[in-house]
C-alpha cells in the first residue's frame, strides 16, 4: 500500500519561499516517477512539476526559473521548492506518484 504525505503549505508574502515535502511509503518509490500539482478554487488540478527515476525534470511554464523539484531516493521524499512567489500560486498542492497515487493535499497562500 503506497501513502503519500504532504507537508511544508501555509502562508507566504508574495515574493516569499516555500519548500513542499512529500513523504512516500513502500518500496517502489526510487523507481517511480513523482509530480506536484495544485489546484486553485474553481479551477482544474494541474501539473506544476514532474521528476523522473532518473531526476529528469519537467516544469509547467508558469513556474518555471521559480520552482524546483528533487527527491531523495533514501528518503523516499520528493521536494518542491517555490521561490518568488505570487498570489496566483495560491491553490492546494498535491503529490503524485506513478500509478495514479495521490497525497492528500496541502494548502500553500500567498498572500500580503
Known amino acids: 500500500q503506497v501513502q503519500l504525505v504532504e507537508s511544508g503549505g501555509g502562508l507566504v508574502q508574495p515574493g516569499g519561499s516555500l519548500r513542499l515535502s512529500c513523504a512516500a511509503s513502500g518500496s517502489i518509490f526510487s523507481i517511480s516517477a513523482m509530480g506536484w500539482y495544485r489546484q486553485a478554487p474553481g479551477k482544474q488540478r494541474e501539473l506544476v512539476a514532474r521528476?523522473?527515476?532518473?531526476?529528469?525534470?519537467y516544469y509547467a511554464d508558469s513556474v518555471k526559473g521559480r520552482f524546483t523539484i528533487s527527491r531523495d531516493n533514501v528518503k523516499n521524499t520528493v521536494y518542491l521548492q517555490m521561490n518568488s512567489l505570487k498570489p496566483e500560486d495560491t491553490a492546494v498542492y498535491y503529490c503524485?506518484?506513478?500509478?495514479?497515487?495521490w497525497g492528500q493535499g496541502t494548502q500553500v497562500t500567498v498572500s500580503s
Open positions: 521528476i523522473t527515476s532518473g531526476s529528469s525534470t
Open positions: 503524485w506518484m506513478s500509478g495514479n497515487y
